[in-house]
């Protein structure tokens, strides 16, 4: 079966540009989670979405980050006016929480560049 | 205050040998579940192994076990016969609740032949 896919692989932009990164879940799952890894770090959460609850944005760096799932489906991580430092790969990651492990599965990631 | 503490940044082991990584967490609550993923130079991440807070046997899978011990609050990983291909980033990770899952900041492991 399809695992989660997300889009582009890849993004250059210049600084002061607005970018949208894209996440499809595996189907049927009802969590889905953003996050970041800058160059050799580890994984910094950025947000989460549980079925039709209210998104947890509690790790969001800043105002200029925000995120959509429509549908219960796909989501949109959008980055306004990006800066050098969102230079990172962007997660996403997909559970389905009746399982017992609530294992997340990843995808492949974004990998943006700002210059 | 970070929640999952992994102390070593890097470790290394002789191929077919054991090695053990640390991995500590922080948390008052009473359910909750520890991960490991395995992250290749590919960059993806690979689930390796669960366990329950209310697990009472060590979790287990193939050369991979979970050394879970409650009051220590400790989920070290150990690999058994350790392989070339073993040679990743691993990370620890834990999940309050019906909550988001926060990450360490990893432990990159290379193996010798």
């Known amino acids: 079966g399809a695992g989660v896919s997300q889009s582009p692989s890849n993004k250059v932009t210049e600084k002061g540009k607005d970018v949208e990164l894209r996440c499809d879940p595996i189907?049927?799952?009802?969590?889905l989670y953003w996050y970041r890894q800058s160059l050799g770090q580890g994984l910094e959460f950025l947000i989460y979405f549980q079925g039709n609850s209210a998104p947890d944005k509690s790790g969001l760096p800043s105002d200029r980050f925000s995120a959509e799932r429509t549908g219960g489906s796909v989501s949109t991580l959008t980055i306004q006016r990006t800066q050098q430092e969102d230079s990172a790969v962007y997660l996403c990651a997909s559970s389905f929480l009746g399982s017992g492990s609530y294992e997340q599965y990843f995808g492949p990631g974004t990998r943006l560049t700002v210059t | 205050a970070q929640k999952i503490t992994q102390t070593q940044p890097g470790m290394f082991v002789q191929e077919k040998e054991a090695v053990t990584l640390d991995c500590t967490y922080d948390?008052?609550?009473?359910?909750?579940?520890l991960f490991w993923y395995k992250q290749p130079s590919s960059g993806e991440m690979i689930f390796l192994i669960y366990?329950?807070?209310?697990?009472?046997q060590n979790a287990t899978e193939g050369r991979y076990s979970l050394n879970f011990q409650k009051a220590r609050k400790s989920a070290n990983l150990v690999i058994s016969a350790s392989q070339l291909g073993d040679s990743a980033m691993y990370f620890c990770a834990m999940r309050e609740g019906w909550g988001d899952m926060r990450f360490g900041a990893g432990t990159r492991l290379t193996v010798k032949p």
């Open positions: 948390t008052s609550d009473q359910s909750y579940g």
């Open positions: 366990q329950g807070s209310y697990d009472e």
């Open positions: 189907s049927g799952h009802t969590a």
